[in-house]
């Protein structure tokens, strides 16, 4: 990902596996949006960020709009909901081997 900003470095394994690998989830830096990246209306200033997932199996980024790009970076930033919907599949931890979310059989 070009222009990375901020990165978070956790483990993961697939449900029921022990094996734990490596992931790094990036946040880009804030950019206005325009007419050709959306197909939505959007007001001046609207800003966007990416989140890319990297170290999964499948390939997995997420763009994210905000009405400017403090609000499109705090919305990035916050990549629990996204984590933890992979938890149907994935279990994630902290590189110390702590489970990422408080009760690792069910995602807070």
Known sequence: ???SIAERYLLYSLKGKSTRKKLVVRIS???LVDESIVNFKFDLGTAGCTIEFDGLPESLEEEVYGADSVQALALAADIDPYLRGLGKKYDFYWPSGESYFADADQPA
């Open 1 to 3: 990902m070009k222009n």
């Open 29 to 31: 830096a804030p950019y």
